[in-house]
């Protein structure tokens, strides 16, 4: 965002309350200016006569100018000062997100003023986890995911879709969350729903450990990350989930989201085998290709004989969501918590970690073992804490509810 910041000024609690700053000068694109504004300044601007005009003069409001003798201002930031210089103050909505297009599809650039300021001091992400955590209006904000997307740095992470519609189905899930890989995704749908733990299949332990250490940093903790190695089966390269099954929740998962491992590595389909009998609701990243969506329908199609059969519910570009027929039954102790019933404390689980009946130390709160498997055991005789709703995306929920 083109745009000059009086010196010194940021976007203190008061600017971001008001939704908008005070700067020194500003595009005029999509600039609101009053007549007052262009009164004062035709007073005392420079006229011209049109071309066969004998009664009218024109002043000129929006000319360049050469400052100083060295360099020539744009008219735009030229009226700004113009506009200062006559006592009048210039604001922008720093959250207004405006884009320059040419003359094909292509972007050439999109933003907003806060975004830029943000991507500058490295809080784009803080900001982002925050306004999902208060539940600050972000599942209408859909230019907060490409906010994200963008700071994250990562081509290969989810897209601003995948993010909003995994991180808006979190929110609403009301059990822990299976993911294949993990990232940026898992960060914001464990930020969207801090009362169930997001667990993480993921073969590369440096990532693994990358991924927990930005969760930490961002205030967010109920993430779980199972480091598995990638294995051979009878369907393709796969996680090695052998050890990792005694880790699965008795009651399976709320939704499954199924992002790895990178395709290079190994097969995706085999999360379906592993995990369709035990989630409701899977979202699927990538499924723009022929091959991949062949591969998903077939699956579909040999579990078709369920009382009610897997369905291809949400399909676009690159997101397929996947409502397997299976319902999530919440544990006892929630059903209980919920309705008011006493049992116990509430506090989250302690995690600790196993590798058979050794108990082993975390590193980068990644589990590990000696075998390069291990898995996550909640300590006994706790309950999560109650669930608490929000409303999902009303796209998806729309469809859900089918």
């Known amino acids: 965002m083109p745009v000059r910041m009086l010196k010194g000024k940021t976007l203190g609690p008061a600017a971001l309350a008001s939704g908008i700053v005070e700067v020194e000068g500003l ?31 024109t002043p000129i409001l929006f000319e360049r100018a050469l400052i100083d003798g060295v360099g020539r201002m744009s008219g735009d930031l030229y009226f700004c000062r113009k506009a200062r210089n006559a006592g009048l103050r210039v604001w922008a909505a720093h ?23 943000r991507r500058q001091s490295g809080t784009s992400l803080k900001y982002v986890v925050d306004a999902i955590t208060k539940r600050t209006g972000w599942m209408a904000n859909r230019e907060l995911f490409r906010e994200a997307f963008e700071a994250y740095g990562n081509p290969y992470a989810a897209s601003p879709a995948v993010l909003a519609t995994a991180t808006a189905m979190a929110a609403n899930c009301d059990g822990p969350i299976i993911e294949a890989g993990c990232g940026l995704t898992t960060i914001l749908m464990a930020a ?8 993480c299949l993921e073969h590369e ?8 250490e930005l969760a930490k940093s961002l205030g967010v903790t109920n993430i779980r990350i199972m480091h598995v190695n990638m294995a051979p089966t009878a369907g393709g ?63 579909c199609s040999w579990h ?3 009382p009610s059969p897997p369905e291809v519910i949400l399909h676009e570009g690159r997101l397929m969501i996947i409502k397997t027929g299976i319902e999530y039954a919440k544990p006892q102790a929630e059903a209980e918590t919920e309705s008011g019933g006493q049992i116990g404390s509430t506090h989250r689980p302690r995690v600790r970690v196993t590798a058979g ?26 309950a999560d804490r109650a669930v608490s709703y929000t409303r999902v995306h009303p796209t998806v929920g729309q469809r859900l509810r089918r």
């Open 205 to 212: 332990r440096k990532w693994a450990e990358q991924t927990d």
């Open 27 to 57: 595009p005029t694109g999509f600039m609101c200016i009053t007549r007052h504004v262009l009164e004062t300044l035709a007073g005392a601007a420079v006229v011209f006569r049109g071309k066969g005009d004998l009664e009218h003069l």
């Open 237 to 299: 390269h796969w996680y090695d989930v052998r050890k990792a099954r005694q880790w699965y929740p008795e009651n399976g998962f709320a939704m499954g989201v199924l992002d790895g491992p990178p395709r290079k590595y190994g097969t995706r389909t085999l999360f379906l085998e592993e995990f369709g009998d035990k989630c409701p609701h899977i979202i699927i990243d990538d499924a723009d290709t022929a091959d991949y969506q062949s591969k998903i329908l077939k699956w």
């Open 95 to 117: 959250d207004v997100v405006l884009g320059h297009e040419p003359a094909g599809p292509e972007m050439i650039c999109k933003g907003s003023l806060g975004e830029g300021l």
């Open 304 to 306: 078709a004989n369920r």
């Open 357 to 382: 009946t050794k108990a082993l130390p975390t590193q980068h709160g990644v589990a590990q073992s000696d075998a390069g498997n291990a898995v996550l055991h909640r300590e006994s005789g706790t």
């Open 192 to 199: 969207a729903n801090p009362d169930h733990d997001v667990f």
